[in-house]
């Protein structure tokens, strides 16, 4: 496979995606905040992290809150030094409530492949247990596990 560097193609693309994906569903803000440029501008939600150490932070904090954490990611859209995302992760907070969360990213990348900028647009719906539709043990979803597409989300 080629380098996962701009321009993508759709090949590269959707292994950039998946390399996010297995790196977010391992909850290691340490090892996540490796694929952003040092000086990294996100915005998610309320927050405007910048840098790694924001990063680090950010999601120290997202999965203190957001537990067992299990997230899909599949492409929507690339050109160039971009890609567009869009996404859904099933959590649950410290009461026990379920949610899942869709969300859309656009994401742009340095010449190395790093993640300089990052943009999301996060919603949240709770959900019954019984709802889940993300069953596999925490960590990297299994490779014959559906996308959001298979899953009608």
Known sequence: MAALVPPFTRETAIAKIRMAEDGW???????????????????????????????????????AKELDYRLIKELWAFEGNRIAVRYAYEWHDDSGQWFRSYGNENWEFDEAGLMQRRFASINDMPIKESDRKFHWPLGRRPDDHPGLTELGL
């Open 25 to 63: 569903n391992s909850r290691d803000p340490q090892r996540v905040a490796l694929v952003y440029a040092e000086n990294s501008r996100w915005r998610n939600r309320v927050e405007f992290p910048v840098g790694r150490k924001a990063i680090i932070e950010f999601l120290t904090r997202k999965w």
